[in-house]
């Protein structure tokens, strides 16, 4: 029997403070809200007038009733609670020790409410999609996010599993309210936060059937719930009911972009790019202001090496703001009291507790910035180091000198006459900044340009006139690099880097469009970029961050190669680490393994996670390390991994990570339940913590995943 985890605290300096910033806060919610609040008040037993408050965040506990919440804050044997569980209301249940229970509503002017059935099923639903919302994929990064909070997993039988369905079901058609990812613009009825929770659930389960039976019944009533089902039939290995599905619900709704994207996405995920490219121009021309439609046509140009228009396409994406999810906001605490439960006593684990040392990082590769790109901006960073990684940095280049128009050609036309005429947002050619990547054809050599231009809102920053011809891009990936303090001697690294050719700026259409900027008429014509665009300042700043990026990996792995070969006189190198000759902090490994991996190389990122490994243990490093293990189906080393991050995941009071439950199902559908739980039980681990990941494997069990009864 795996043990509760333990309780944080954060003390307050006055008691209920918590509460009323909370209270201040439900005006300002957007869509789920943040965790759950639990508030107690403690009372002194040596000092019966001395109190303390005390809270803590929790999600995936049952909020159905006053009755179960109460009896969540019993388990915690305090005098107080406080719950919380809608957008622009807290369903809030106080428990008194001796005493009784008291449940009302909380609106966002501050009025209470009475607590209805139906604002407990929507508390109920909504405590689940919080659950699967705020849960930690197992690098981390979520736990790290917000202090004090417990994550249970919310779903743990079948029979709550019928009550989740149910509620999904009759709260379906207001799903749109409670707001969806930051890739999507207009939350709808199939793109919104209960879908991708819904989605969330079936995906880490395997629960296929049951999101079937529900999606069935709903499409009986709407066939725009079609691109659901078919997702799902997908996942659940049912190929040729979903093509029927899409065949039929995209002849009765040709114009719906969510069926189109599906249809498209599994044709790329069957490398069939050549039917998936009309699917894809059509699902743009049905939501043009979507992100989602214009990076799947990106992504198909790519796969189709069809460079030039992929970076067209990717010029028009629309971008988002990227709006976080709601977080809690509370005063400074007094102090912050973190136990650590016996039963995740573990030392390899134990030495990550000390956290994150910033001084030991290395100030050039504090400076990068595309780690913090999320959202949008971070998808259409992956898709501009994608095509990097395939053709190389000096192609992209030319590719993008010959498809947008450069700020020295602007500068220089301007002076001459020539024979085409710019005007503003579009040259005259017929066409706009949608068609060229939707209707053009691509050109016989790829890269020429391709006839069409567009408004841009400008390149602000300072250009760099100086561009010397670097190094093909294929080498520049592949030479082995550190870094460098700028201030000491150049290192064989830094010169190699120094070789990457710097982009140039393209002209920002501020300029173009600019009173003091129009061009004479008798200079009004414009040969050399009569066909080509404006590029997004968005994506100028893109390939700015990505030669920041390019020019650190140089260096890292230019001046491990010489430390390396500078190694070898004196005798060779530990070939199970080749890193062993170039000396890094852990952080410093952990962010050149995410540099490498942003930058899609997967080899050199696994590398660097795991010399970040042999200094002391990262979640992030681990879950990027098991992630390869899986790809390559080495399944003990899986579990090996699995096994340390779900205690790490434990010491810091999470029991539940969707990713890591889906990996275990995974593991039981091709090994058996049976073989899985001997591995881990054979591992010399403390028991209590192979404990922690026999309670996955009872999960799996519990929903009768295949393979759970061998």
Request: aromatic share 8%; charged share 25%.
């Amino acid at each position: 029997m795996v043990a509760t985890p333990a309780v944080p605290e954060v003390i307050e300096h006055e008691i209920e403070s918590a509460i009323d910033s909370r209270n201040d806060a439900l005006p300002t919610l957007r869509e789920l809200g943040p965790p759950d609040l639990v508030h107690l008040i403690k009372q002194s037993t040596r000092s019966p007038n001395k109190q303390n408050g005390v809270y803590h965040h929790v999600t995936g506990i049952d909020a159905s009733s006053s009755a179960s919440l109460a009896a969540y804050i019993n388990t915690l044997t305090q005098t107080s609670g406080d719950k919380s569980s809608k957008i622009v209301s807290d369903m809030r249940v106080e428990v008194k020790i001796p005493g009784g229970v008291e449940s009302y509503c909380i609106d966002e002017r501050g009025d209470k409410r009475v607590a209805s059935d139906s604002l407990w099923l929507e508390t109920f639903l909504c405590a689940v999609l919080r659950a699967y919302s705020y849960a930690d994929d197992g690098s981390g990064d979520t736990i790290k996010k917000i202090i004090a909070v417990r994550r249970f997993d919310p779903i743990i039988t079948t029979e709550l599993e019928h009550r989740f369905l149910d509620a999904a079901e009759r709260l379906f058609y207001k799903g749109w309210q409670l707001g969806s990812d930051p890739e999507i613009q207009v939350p709808n009825l199939v793109s919104n936060h209960l879908t991708t929770g819904l989605l969330s659930y079936i995906h880490a389960t395997g629960r296929y059937a049951s999101g079937i039976n529900l999606f069935e019944k709903l499409r009986s009533r709407d066939p725009e719930i079609s691109s659901l089902l078919a997702r799902v039939l997908i996942q659940g290995d049912e190929e040729v009911k979903a093509i029927n599905l899409l065949k039929e619900s995209i002849e009765e709704l040709p114009m719906d972009y969510s069926l189109l994207d599906c249809q498209a996405a599994f044709l790329q995920q069957k490398n069939n790019l050549e039917w998936a490219l009309p699917l894809a121009q059509r699902a743009v021309v049905a939501a043009p202001s979507e992100f989602g439609t214009w990076a799947r046509l990106a992504e198909i140009y790519v796969g189709l090496e069809k460079w030039d228009l992929a970076l067209l396409t990717l010029n028009s994406c629309p971008m988002f703001t990227y709006q976080d999810k709601d977080a809690p906001r509370m005063p400074e605490p007094a102090r912050v009291n973190l136990p650590l439960l016996s039963d995740t006593n573990y030392n390899e684990i134990d030495e990550s507790v000390n956290g994150y040392d910033i001084e030991a990082v290395h100030p050039n590769l504090r400076k990068l910035t595309a780690g913090n790109y999320k959202g949008t901006f971070l998808k259409a960073y992956s898709l501009l180091t994608g095509i990097t990684a395939k053709i190389g940095w000096d192609q992209l280049l030319r590719i993008r000198s010959q498809v947008f128009v450069m700020e020295e050609e602007y500068r220089s036309e301007k002076s001459q006459p020539g024979t085409g005429r710019t005007t503003g947002r579009f040259t005259h050619t017929g066409r706009t900044p949608s068609t060229t990547a939707l209707r053009a054809p691509s050109p016989q050599v790829n890269g020429m340009p391709s006839p069409s231009s567009e408004q841009n809102d400008g390149k602000e920053e300072k250009a760099e006139d100086d561009e010397e011809d670097g190094e093909d891009g294929e080498n520049a990936r592949e030479a082995k690099p550190g870094v460098e303090d700028a201030t000491e001697a150049p290192s064989e690294g830094t010169v190699a880097a120094d070789r990457l050719a710097q982009p140039k700026h393209t002209v920002a259409s501020v300029e173009v469009k600019s009173g003091g900027e129009e061009p004479d008429p008798s200079h009004s014509n414009y040969t050399h970029f009569q066909h080509k665009r404006l590029c997004e300042r968005w994506l100028d700043n893109l390939f700015m961050v990505l030669y920041e990026d390019l020019r650190i990996y140089t260096i890292w792995r230019t001046d491990m190669a010489r430390a390396k070969a500078s190694s070898e006189p004196a005798g060779s190198p530990n070939p199970n680490n080749p890193s062993a000759a170039y000396n890094k902090s852990a952080e410093e490994w952990e962010i050149l393994g995410d540099l490498a991996e942003r930058l899609h190389h997967a080899p050199e990122a696994i590398e660097a996670y795991q010399s970040c490994l042999r200094i002391r243990f990262s979640p992030k490093a681990m879950r990027a390390v098991t992630k390869m293990w899986e790809e390559e189906h080495k399944n003990e080393n899986v579990l090996q991994g699995l096994i340390r991050l779900i205690a790490w995941q434990y010491r810091w009071y999470s029991e539940f990570s969707p990713g890591l439950l889906r990996i275990i199902r995974k593991l039981i559908e091709d090994e058996g339940a049976v073989k899985v739980r001997s591995i881990v039980q054979a591992t010399s681990l403390p028991q209590s913590v192979l404990d922690l990941t026999h309670h996955y494997v009872e999960l799996c069990a519990n929903f009768r995943s295949n393979g759970s009864d061998v």
